[in-house]
């Protein structure tokens, strides 16, 4: 869970919300240490699901990079996630003061 919800954060917090899969990844492996396996079994379930979506750059050099977009379900999705987080680091500090 924490994977998918690096992997949603990364591509929200974007300014143009279109980051590249490789800021993507970078990002999400600093945060929670997830490796190349592990991404693309997530990158791929979110994309059959159709919480994100990728698109190829334009220029021929970048094509290996699609950008990546958080859609409607996916803004859903991560808000479902942050809200669950934010419980249950809520209810950890309530039984560890």
Same mark, same amino acid.
């Given at each position: 869970?924490?994977?998918?919800?690096?992997? +949603?954060?990364?591509?929200?917090?974007?300014? $143009?919300? /279109?980051?590249? @899969?490789? @800021?993507?990844? =970078?990002?999400?492996? $600093? /945060?929670?240490?997830?490796? /190349?396996?592990?991404?693309?079994?997530?990158?791929?379930?979110? #994309?059959?699901?159709?919480?994100? =979506?990728?698109?190829?750059?334009?220029? #021929?050099?970048? =094509? $290996?990079?699609?950008?990546?977009? +958080?859609?409607?379900?996916?803004?859903? +999705?991560?808000? /479902?996630?942050?809200?669950?987080?934010?419980? @249950? $680091?809520?209810?950890? =500090?309530? +039984?560890?003061?």
């Amino acid at each position: 869970m924490n994977t998918v919800l690096a992997i +949603l954060e990364e591509v929200a917090k974007e300014p $143009d919300g /279109k980051p590249t @899969s490789a @800021s993507v990844r =970078r990002g999400v492996a $600093d /945060k929670v240490g997830a490796g /190349k396996v592990e991404q693309d079994f997530h990158l791929s379930l979110l #994309e059959s699901a159709g919480f994100i =979506r990728f698109e190829k750059q334009s220029l #021929e050099m970048q =094509r $290996d990079n699609p950008l990546v977009v +958080l859609t409607w379900t996916g803004h859903d +999705l991560l808000d /479902k996630l942050e809200n669950q987080h934010r419980t @249950s $680091d809520a209810t950890i =500090r309530t +039984l560890n003061p």
